[in-house]
């Protein structure tokens, strides 16, 4: 396959994935959308993890909040658990790498907060631990995953939300998620400033 066509077919592959995610996942990312609005309308605020990639996005997600997405507002209350080499160095030295986000949850989690997890596979063991933490401080989870959501999936109980990219490669579910942050984002923007479509 030339190079040209390798690059064609990862946009193919993307649209298609894209394609597929919409009708699996709108109605979940909908409920998102307002378990964030209810609980950055009730004074919580986000802390957000992940590993690689899926770091990125947390501090992606977290930066369009604190900062804007495409339209002026007031901040929004999110941390990213994936930014402070201090803290990361320090538990992963201390304890074990599986505790680096866990221990920010416990440290700075609240009753009416929300995690948002994401791990391609659902099985990263430090999202999880970070999970097993926000249940224990009364919060609700938000997880983004992939490949039938693993054993974060099945750790999710009532009023948590299941964003499951319904694919198996990683690049593909990763690319869905950026988009699904982007939905997350503009959802939050619409509920929060009122639908700009209905003020035009």
Do not use: W
């Amino acid at each position: 396959m030339s190079l040209n066509r390798r690059i064609r077919q990862h946009f193919d592959d993307s649209i298609r994935a894209k394609q597929g995610a919409v009708d699996v996942m709108a109605d979940a990312i909908e409920h998102a959308v307002r378990l964030l609005v209810e609980t950055l309308s009730n004074d919580g605020k986000i802390l957000l993890c992940g590993n690689g990639g899926s770091a990125a996005d947390c501090q992606h997600f977290a930066a369009e909040l604190i900062g804007r997405f495409e339209r002026e507002r007031m901040e929004l209350a999110a941390i990213a658990l994936t930014t402070d080499t201090s803290i990361l160095t320090a538990v992963a030295n201390d304890y074990s790498y599986d505790e680096v986000f866990a221990r920010q949850v416990r440290g700075l989690g609240r009753d009416g907060d929300v995690l948002i997890a994401i791990s391609t596979s659902g099985n990263s063991p430090s999202v999880l631990a970070a999970a097993q933490a926000a249940v224990e401080r009364g919060m609700r989870i938000i997880a983004l995953t992939g490949r039938g959501g693993g054993r974060l999936g099945q750790l999710l109980a009532d009023g948590d939300v299941h964003l499951c990219v319904p694919h198996d490669r990683t690049a593909r579910i990763q690319e869905v998620h950026l988009l699904t942050i982007h939905c997350l984002c503009d959802g939050i923007d619409a509920e929060l400033l009122g639908d700009v479509d209905e003020e035009s």
